[in-house]
């Protein structure tokens, strides 16, 4: 895959771009798209750049079929000075190149990509929005397109990336708390599974339990692990607790990267600025709901929010959890350090 084969043939004719403040995530597509062909016996074929189009693609095509394909979520942001940066896109492309191992997908080189996605995002430029509230969403995608039912490593596959210029990720607004439901009838991912990596069946898998989070009138699920309930993630994001922990001590605390946590863009940056602060102890460790019900009951836990690269940070609440709801004061404490954190990071894209 070299980024120095680009051919670039634009569109001719151009979509009117939408206002930033009524974006609905995912809505609304760019003028153009990157596309690159794979094959066993050829490998890379040349990147292309050109207009937005849909996909012809085989119907026995592996991706189809038996779910053979990943993404990645990555943002281009305007800066106050004009200038259009990526954040960590590196750290995208690591994950990107993990999971494509894991789905039998072919291997590519990671700075290359990032290059093309560079260029796309270069030709692209003014659907960047010109907005400190929204952004250009960035999909890269990996599919098989093998035109086979044999259950096995596609010898086809097809990479794109499209892009969408986003608001706000949840209806409620980007810094409204959200509630979460919490019950261990279903699980998001288990050891030796594909939990900590971006494929899309962890998705699919997840929007049943969601609707039901929804007719019991909460936003989110809180995925539950194990016998002893361990927090795990909510919805699409990592999960933070800033407490004090068991010992007394003020901590922020993470679920540890034992194979069914997605490494998040945004978790890594969030402990990455925390240690640095070195004001609080920062763990990734497992939290149960026994832990965080004790928590809860004796007055420890300060704030609780959920981390990924749609919404930045996002405030939690309340959790029903086994028929009760649990009053997280997130809000009651400022909520001081999602705010600083929602605020760095911002600052920093």
Known sequence: LQASDLIITPATTFKEKPDPSGLVFG???TDNMLTIEWSLASGWEKPYIKPLENLSL?????????????????????????????FRPTLNMD???????????????????????????EVEKEWVPYSTAASLYIRPT??????SLGVKKP?????????????PYFASGSFNPISLWADPKYVRAWKGGTGDCKLGGNYGSSVYAQQEALELGC????????????????????????????????????????????PGVTRQSILDLARNWGEFKVSERYITM??????????????????????IVCPISKILYKGKHL?????????QLTTRFLNKLSDIQ
Request: proline share 5%.
């Open 219 to 262: 936003q989110q699920v809180l995925w539950l692990y194990g016998e002893d309930h361990q927090i795990t993630e909510v919805g699409t994001m990592n999960l933070f607790l800033y407490w004090i922990n068991e010992d007394g001590e003020n901590e922020l605390a993470t679920p540890p990267l034992d194979g069914i946590i997605l």
């Open 142 to 147: 990996l599919i098989g397109t093998e035109p």
């Open 95 to 121: 994950r990107m190149a993990r999971s494509a191992r894991r789905a039998s997908l072919p291997s590519f080189d990671q700075n290359e990509l990032l290059e093309c996605i560079r260029k796309l995002v």
């Open 290 to 311: 026994s832990d965080l019900t004790a928590a809860l009951e004796e007055n420890r836990v300060k704030e609780m929010f959920g981390a990924g690269t749609a919404c």
């Open 327 to 335: 009053h997280i004061p997130t809000m009651e404490n400022g909520p």
């Open 58 to 86: 085989h119907p026995a095509s592996s991706s189809l079929h038996y779910a053979i394909e990943l993404f990645e979520g990555m943002k281009a942001y305007r800066g106050v000075d004009g200038k259009i940066r990526l």
């Open 27 to 29: 809505t609304v597509f």
């Open 155 to 167: 010898t086809k596959a097809l990479l794109y990336v499209i892009l969408s210029p986003v608001g």
